[in-house]
């Protein structure tokens, strides 16, 4: 072979050497396209019996993240009697609602909020308890609430007292005041000698009403 051709052949041996390199990197895979990822899941127990907790997550297995519908509550509840219902108060149109029902005892009264999620749940009955534990009728002494921490009912809580505890700002108190029925907060001397508590609203955080106002 003449110095000519040794020097064309030489960009041909380096041209094939680079070549596989070079198709290689490019098949390679980006190393976060190579990895899975797994989503994270969170077991929920459903309610069985015993005590029904309404805390500053919810009530029970419900939570904010918990879907208005007949199926998703039924599975939530699956000894309870669950049912679509239709609520109308005041001028407004009736509102659809979801009753929990369990050994013929009404448990849970579920409105609808916004883009098909929960709203509110009402819990006038036993076995609910509070975030302290508290009982429903429990008197005013027990629960430990300051006239401070509370305002008037109005709308289906008219005359009653709705208090509010900072730690807990999604739990609302509902108390009746048997003959109270000159609107505002009664005075605190009314409210230990008859003021009893008689059901528990959750809201979740967008929608709680906070403060006494």
């Given at each position: 072979m003449t110095l000519r051709h040794t020097l064309l052949a030489l960009p041909l041996v380096m041209l094939a050497a680079c070549g596989p390199a070079k198709k290689d990197e490019a098949s390679a895979p980006a190393p976060e396209a190579a990895e899975t990822k797994t989503?994270?899941?969170?077991?929920?127990?459903?309610?069985?019996d015993g005590p029904l907790k309404?805390?500053?997550?919810?009530?029970?297995?419900?939570?904010?993240?918990?879907?208005?519908?007949?199926?998703?509550?039924q599975a939530l509840f699956p000894k309870?009697?669950?049912?679509?219902?239709?609520?109308?108060?005041?001028?407004?149109?009736a509102l659809p609602i979801i009753n929990v029902e369990q050994d013929n005892?009404?448990?849970l009264e579920i409105g609808k909020g916004e883009e098909g999620a929960i709203g509110y749940i009402r819990a006038a009955s036993d076995p609910v308890a509070g975030p302290r534990d508290e009982k429903l009728l429990a008197k005013w002494d027990a629960v430990g609430f300051t006239a401070d921490q509370?305002?008037?009912?109005?709308?289906?809580?008219?005359?009653?007292?709705i208090c509010v505890r900072a730690d807990a700002p999604?739990?609302?108190?509902?108390?009746?005041?048997?003959?109270?029925?000159?609107?505002?907060?009664?005075?605190?001397?009314?409210?230990?000698?008859?003021?009893?508590?008689n059901e528990l609203h959750w809201r979740p955080a967008e929608g709680a009403v906070v403060g006494a106002g």
């Open positions: 989503p994270a899941t969170v077991a929920v127990t459903p309610y069985a309404v805390t500053q997550d919810g009530v029970g297995p419900i939570t904010a993240a918990t879907a208005f519908d007949i199926p998703t509550i309870a009697k669950v049912e679509q219902a239709f609520i109308h108060f005041g001028q407004g149109p005892v009404p448990l509370c305002r008037a009912g109005e709308g289906r809580e008219v005359n009653a007292v999604t739990v609302s108190y509902v108390f009746g005041v048997p003959g109270w029925t000159k609107g505002g907060v009664p005075p605190e001397a009314t409210l230990k000698a008859k003021a009893q508590l």
